[in-house]
């Protein structure tokens, strides 16, 4: 297993250094310049319509519900323990470079939220499905590589990104049940008592959501996604309040390492390649911007303009690196070395004992638990996005609609007895692949989103307080969108 995931991180860390962040940032920036930086002019617009999205669904999935889908995704394990290896592997620079990927990264789920949304299909239980593998063949006419983009997302959103959340809960809650329930059990295969347990326990709760499908999600996601982002950033925040003349220090240590060649400053080692890399895999992870999952989430959203949902996807990824990400980096770094430099911390449980070291120890119960949700919440999500993709490939047929649940809940369970190294470099090959896909795509498809765009601007600027999409002998648009989702309505005889 070890020398799997050698391998694998050495394949991940060249794609990351040679072609992800080149190719991620040079695409976010491009987008950012064409759209006169609408991640910044129209923040305050972002802000307004996240607080108006909880009605309009019509019975569907409202645009709140869709965002808050993304959001459990989103914020998860890459903002607790993707931050911390970050940090470890990458120095304190490693957040500059989060920071960077998120900045230009909200122009990005800008352009994919919203063209998810303008390419998007009526599913025949009466919701929408689209994303990445929608556009391509729709807007691209490529089929062959909306198909692989589509498979490629089922492997790593139903299998990959399921056993990297679960293997996240089960080495946290492992920690939390002593040394004795540690122990290998006899004829278990080497498992001990606390994985069998924890992954139990993520068969069953994961069982019960997947198994109803999109809409059960959207209900559970909606309500416990922003709770438990909400509790963990108070949790956080009260840290860096009682540490606030720190700050100063910290910032210090984030810009030095950011472009220092020195591997040692700020006392986690990195160096600049090293802090660039894992910035960029762990940003990459945590907030999802380009990398093509979000929209499926944001094109189940029944709104009325595409630009809409745009506008709050783009804010779920300022909520997850600026806020969360940032918030558990100071944590990490207040703590200081008598907490990171300790023979036996690593990634899964460098937060927790942050946060412990400066509230308690009585909080590593509660930190287990929230992050046992906030991981759970991101298992349920993962499904979202592979069940979208299955269907793309085969439709409305029913044996595949129920692989998709079976697998999600099955690798979700086995990647709680999974090697953390393996899963980990795992997922970061198969985010690049899905990335570098997407970004082809957005590049190719930016003209929609930019005449939509326009569209929605004219109509604020005509005083129109909830603008209408219309998608065909739209002036603004290259083009008629297609199908039937965006047609102009018919107008009643009197």
Not at 30 to 37: A, E, F, H, N, P
Not at 306 to 313: K, S
């Amino acid at each position: 297993m070890e020398h799997i995931a050698q391998i694998e991180q050495q394949i991940a860390d060249w794609i990351t250094m040679h072609l992800t962040i080149v190719i991620l940032i040079g695409v976010g920036l491009v987008l950012t310049v064409v759209s006169r930086g609408v991640q910044l002019r129209l923040f305050p617009e972002m802000v307004r319509t996240v607080l108006g999205s909880r009605k309009g669904a019509d019975g569907g999935i409202s645009s709140f519900q869709a965002f808050a889908i993304s959001l459990a995704a989103r914020v998860g394990i890459g903002n607790v323990f993707g931050v911390a290896a970050a940090l470890m592997f990458g120095g304190p620079g490693a957040i500059f470079w989060m920071w960077v990927v998120a900045l230009v990264g909200m122009a990005t789920a800008f352009f994919e939220a919203t063209l998810a949304q303008i390419f998007k299909v009526k599913h025949s239980d009466g919701s929408f499905r689209g994303g990445p593998a929608y556009y391509i063949k729709r807007g691209m006419k490529n089929r062959v590589l909306a198909n692989v983009f589509a498979v490629i997302t089922v492997v790593t959103c139903g299998i990959v990104i399921t056993s990297v959340q679960s293997n996240a809960i089960a080495g946290t809650l492992t920690s939390a049940f002593g040394e004795a329930a540690k122990q290998p059990l006899p004829g278990a295969g080497g498992f001990s008592a606390a994985q069998l347990t924890v992954a139990g326990l993520i068969f069953v709760f994961s069982a019960m959501v997947i198994f109803g499908g999109i809409r059960t999600v959207a209900r559970v996601t909606e309500w416990m996604a922003p709770i438990m982002a909400t509790i963990y950033v108070i949790m956080v925040a009260i840290v860096c309040l009682m540490s606030i003349t720190q700050f100063g220090t910290v910032l210090g240590q984030i810009f030095t390492s950011a472009f220092s060649m020195d591997a040692t400053v700020g006392g986690l080692g990195g160096g600049i390649i090293a802090a660039m890399i894992n910035g960029t895999k762990r940003g990459l992870f945590s907030n999802e911007a380009g990398q093509g999952t979000a929209p499926n989430a944001a094109a189940t959203a029944t709104v009325s303009h595409p630009v809409r949902q745009g506008l709050i996807q783009s804010l779920g990824v300022f909520i997850d690196t600026i806020v969360v990400c940032t918030a558990t980096a100071f944590v990490i770094l207040i703590a200081g070395e008598k907490v990171w430099g300790g023979a036996d911390v690593n990634p899964s449980n460098l937060t927790t004992l942050a946060v412990a070291n400066e509230l308690g120890a009585w909080t590593i119960v509660p930190m287990a638990i929230l992050i046992f949700v906030l991981a759970y919440s991101s298992i349920i999500a993962a499904y979202v996005y592979s069940d979208t993709n299955m269907s793309f490939v085969f439709g409305d047929a029913r044996w595949a609609t129920w692989t998709v649940r079976v697998v999600c809940v099955a690798s979700a369970t086995i990647g709680a007895l999974l090697t953390l190294d393996v899963v980990w470099n795992a997922v970061d090959i198969a985010m690049a692949v899905m990335t570098i896909t997407n970004l082809v795509a957005l590049v190719f498809l930016a003209r929609w989103v930019l005449g939509a765009l326009r569209d929605y601007e004219a109509q604020r600027r005509d005083g129109v307080a909830e603008p209408v999409f219309v998608g065909e002998k739209n002036p603004l648009l290259p083009g008629d969108v297609p199908g039937s989702v965006w047609k102009r309505p018919k107008q009643k005889k009197k």
